[in-house]
């Protein structure tokens, strides 16, 4: 079994190596059994596992980080940063979900990362008065329902968010594109720094890694994995925030949008994300609550539903069946075990969901009622 200290340290070192990505760097260890293990492995043994090959398995074998792993483990120690590996239960469960979460994150702050809800805020960095209003309005309405703020600590939506957050007393978290070594744009260092106490900063990228604009997009995808809703303020027709709800998108995420009137660039992007059923259009803050069944209040039982002698048709009963064996399951789960087209499925989901039988969750999961 590896020492955990030993096990940080080829983390870190794993996760150094240039060409080894997040998906290559779990199969290795999947495959190795360890961090540690993928190093004391052959080469030969390298090429064997899948996805590797001889070039790939040269990379590894010859890559010179274990001195880069030890500078950072000292610069994490120095600067109190948490790093958090993707086998630790204190890893993101939401993003851990994800085939391309990273191994390792580099965090500082007190937020809870496995909060019970978290909203992820993006949009475009030339925000107009509209969009900040909207941010505002819509952070401050989310203020009593201990919602966590996620965003990228970028110009114009992100840091509204993340300020509106700080103001009304939310916890928010912003996810950079580089080590904690800085804060970029360097205009927004007063702000994290509140966010450390408030929130927190969020990273996959250790203190040497250099700051590339392929780092962005990248992390978006940390902030799409983090939330269980993700909401376009304002956006063109193309851009990073269409990109980061595109991902939430494919991890099963629930993906809003405001509208914003037709001849305004600004808001292309949401009205584009509407007409195309990528996102649910909101006007509020109570929308987003009622489509996430947020705003029940905590306090009220909720009466029994269930009917004790359910009428069901065929269908409906393969899929009761199937949430009878399992307490909740995600709609890409339940498309494959009934074997039921996208289209079928979604009609039989709502006509129970109407009928008292079904409810969603979050995250386009399904429980019995």
Known sequence: MSNPSNELLYTIALNSIKGVGAVMAKNLIAYCGSAEQVFNTSKHKLGKIPMMGTERADWVA????????????????????????????????????????????????????????????????RATDYGKELTKKLVADLATHDVLIVSGLAYGIDITAHQAALDNQLKTLGVVAHGLNLIYPAQHSNTAKKMESQGGILTEYNSTHEMHPSNFPMRNRIVAGLCDAMVVVESKEEGGALITASLASSYNRDVFAFPGRTIDKSSMGCNKLIKQNKAAMIENANDLLEAMNWNMDPNKKPKPQRQL????????NVIHQLLSEKEEMEIDELAFKSNFSSGALAGILLEMEMNGVIVMLPGKRYKLI
């Open 309 to 316: 002698f359910l009428t069901l048709s065929d269908d409906e």
């Open 62 to 125: 010859n890559a010179d980080v274990l001195k880069e792993a030890e500078a950072e483990l000292k610069f994490i120690e120095k600067n109190s940063i948490t790093p958090l590996v993707f086998t630790q239960p204190e890893f993101p469960k939401r993003l851990r979900d994800c085939s391309d979460s990273p191994i390792l994150l580099y965090y500082k702050g007190n937020a809870d990362l496995n909060t019970a809800k978290t909203v992820g805020i993006v949009g475009t960095r």
